[in-house]
């Protein structure tokens, strides 16, 4: 099937639990099973799977082709935050969409969304472990919304989560065909991480290539650099942020690209001939400035659908794709933003950014001319607040905070 089944071919001989590629897996499988899984099956739904990264409207598809694997009704993937009640995307792979509705309207909180709640990323949870399918038939939940669709069992996982969000796969059998027998589960755990990564490269996708509807605003509001480069590895975009790095001197935007170090210069290039010849890309760091600080550069060929996104957008013949990674633009993150997220005070959000940069209780007591013990009373109240429970877990939140300036653009001239 081309590049696409070659990319995911790698993938699955690395990803598998077991250490077995999609063939060896459907040898092992099928012994004393009603199903017949075959290799190309396999190798197919792969190549769905991970092509929904990039074209989110193909997870109805690869959703359908997994049902027809494990003989489900069907099955569904889902971003949700059970806090706020709140669905973000769905993708629906042959289920009754008025019973979705009535889920997402009426039945959010549910006996299998609350178990899941407590469940960890990658892990196969099937429903009778949630809650015995008598109790279950008993619910209103069951009523409105497993009923009409003749839905009794059901394999759930989820993908992704961060604080109250999680993104989930459901994968749905009717009362007929009974529980997942053993081959169906190992299928689906073995998928598993396919799964997991193919949502999480989809987030990064939408974050990082926010081109898909013309948004070059939203690159612009990234803390990250973003640079493409045609196949001739000459610039046709930069973002704000990977223009201000070069307006500081740490790299030189012209052909070829190039940084204050000949060493460095030559590293970077090589990464991108490489990338340019068809390899994955690689990363490097360079320093930044006199006082040791660290660039931290990836370089990454554009593949097939993300050129077609570039394309659309008017951006010809992109071939090669940096991304730009200064630490000290995700620490410059405005008080502000850090106290609407959290409900942190003035002081509070002070304390916060400074211990995240890594000082001590000490060093950031000095900086912010506190005293050690103010500092700690005011961390421990930023601990309660953001969930974190040390400097390192609220560092990484201050992190991913900083990676898109909020209310922030390039001033124009």
Same mark, same amino acid.
């Given at each position: 099937m081309g590049e696409a089944s070659n990319r995911v071919s790698c993938y699955h001989r690395v990803a598998s639990p077991d250490g077995l590629d999609s063939r060896l897996l459907s040898a092992a499988l099928g012994q004393g099973s009603a199903v017949d899984f075959s290799g190309d099956q396999i190798e197919k739904v $792969?190549? $769905?799977? *991970?092509?929904?990264?990039?074209?989110?409207?193909?997870?109805? %598809?690869?959703?359908?082709?997994?049902?027809?694997l494990t003989r489900s009704e069907g099955g569904i993937l889902f971003g949700q935050s059970l806090t706020a009640?709140?669905? *973000?995307?769905? *993708? !629906?792979?042959?289920?009754?969409?008025?019973? !979705?509705?009535a889920y997402q309207e009426r039945h959010m909180q549910n006996v299998w969304s609350q178990y899941m709640e407590r469940q960890p990323v990658g892990r196969l949870v099937l429903s009778d472990e949630a809650v015995p399918l008598a109790e279950l038939q008993a619910s209103a939940f069951y009523d409105e919304v497993l009923r009409?669709?003749?839905?009794?069992?059901?394999?759930?996982?989820?993908?992704?989560?961060?604080? @109250?969000?999680?993104?989930?796969? !459901?994968?749905? %059998?009717?009362? %007929?065909?009974?529980?997942? @027998?053993?081959?169906?589960?190992? $299928?689906?755990?073995?998928?598993?991480?396919?799964?997991? %990564?193919?949502?999480?490269?989809?987030?990064?996708?939408?974050? *990082?290539?926010?081109?898909?509807?013309?948004?070059?605003?939203?690159?612009?509001?990234?803390? @990250?650099?973003v640079i493409v480069l045609d196949r001739k590895a000459r610039v046709l975009f930069t973002n704000g942020a990977a223009r201000r790095i070069a307006e500081q001197g740490a790299l030189r935007l012209q052909q070829?690209?190039?940084?204050?170090?000949?060493?460095?210069s030559q590293r970077l290039n090589e990464l991108i001939r490489a990338a340019l010849q068809g390899s994955a890309g690689g990363t490097m760091s360079l320093p930044r400035d006199v006082n040791g600080r660290l660039l931290t550069i990836l370089v990454s060929s554009i593949r097939s659908k993300e050129l077609g996104r570039l394309s659309d957008v008017g951006v010809k013949d992109?071939?090669?794709?940096?991304?730009?990674?200064?630490?000290?633009?995700?620490?410059?993150?405005?008080?502000?933003?850090?106290m609407d997220a959290y409900g942190l005070t003035h002081a509070e959000a002070r304390v916060a950014l400074a211990a995240s940069s890594g000082n001590t209780v000490i060093e950031t007591a000095q900086s912010l001319g506190l005293s050690p013990n103010t500092i700690k009373t005011h961390l421990r109240h930023v601990f309660a607040k953001t969930g974190t429970g040390r400097q390192a877990e609220l560092a990484g939140l201050i992190a991913a905070m900083g990676v898109v300036r909020i209310g922030e653009t390039e001033p124009k001239p």
């Open positions: $792969l190549d $769905l799977i *991970y092509d929904a990264a990039a074209e989110n409207d193909l997870w109805p %598809r690869a959703l359908t082709a997994i049902a027809d009640e709140r669905i *973000y995307f769905d *993708y !629906n792979g042959r289920l009754n969409e008025e019973c !979705n509705r009409p669709q003749e839905v009794a069992h059901n394999g759930m996982m989820a993908l992704a989560a961060r604080n @109250d969000f999680r993104a989930a796969f !459901n994968i749905c %059998r009717n009362v %007929r065909r009974g529980p997942f @027998d053993r081959d169906e589960q190992r $299928l689906l755990e073995w998928l598993s991480p396919h799964l997991c %990564r193919s949502v999480t490269l989809g987030f990064r996708i939408d974050g *990082y290539i926010a081109m898909q509807h013309a948004s070059f605003d939203a690159l612009d509001r990234l803390a @990250d650099g070829p690209i190039a940084t204050e170090s000949p060493a460095h992109a071939a090669v794709m940096l991304f730009v990674i200064d630490p000290a633009n995700r620490r410059s993150i405005p008080l502000g933003q850090i």
